[in-house]
Nanobody, 120 residues
Framework: QVQLVESGGGSVQAGGSLRLSCAAS????????IAWFRQAPGKEREGVAR???????TVADSVKGRLTISQDIPKRTLYLQMVTLKLEDTAMYYC??????????????WGQGTQVTVSS
């Protein structure tokens, strides 16, 4: 079964924090590397954080120092901890399967997304 389910989004004031979750089915978790992406209205989708096959993490320069990715292996869940949120962090956040060590989506496995809205 292929399943990725995001949760944890919401509305927050600038400077606030959120933690997003991405729960993966066993098949997806075992077979793929998974990354977090976001897409704001009128902007291109961008990869923000991923866990590589060796367990290391990669965070995009644009969010480094404010977004952190982690995982709970028994729960097959990835987390995206977001702190010091800015207005420009407003976007729909998705998790998706990617080629390991890259931002390239593979096999078109995406969650439904969770909306993050940052207000002043």
């Amino acid at each position: 079964q292929v399943q990725l389910v995001e949760s944890g989004g919401g509305s927050v004031q600038a400077g606030g924090s959120l933690r997003l979750s991405c729960a993966a089915s066993d098949y997806v978790y075992r077979k793929y590397c998974i990354a977090w992406f976001r897409q704001a209205p009128g902007k291109e989708r961008e990869g923000v954080a991923r866990i590589n096959a060796d367990g290391t993490t990669t965070v995009a320069d644009s969010v480094k120092g404010r977004l952190t990715i982690s995982q709970d292996i028994p729960k097959r869940t990835l987390y995206l901890q977001m702190v010091t949120l800015k207005l420009e962090d407003t976007a729909m956040y998705y998790c998706a399967t990617v080629l390991c060590a890259s931002w390239s989506p593979i096999d078109n496995h995406w969650g439904q997304g969770t909306q993050v809205t940052v207000s002043s």
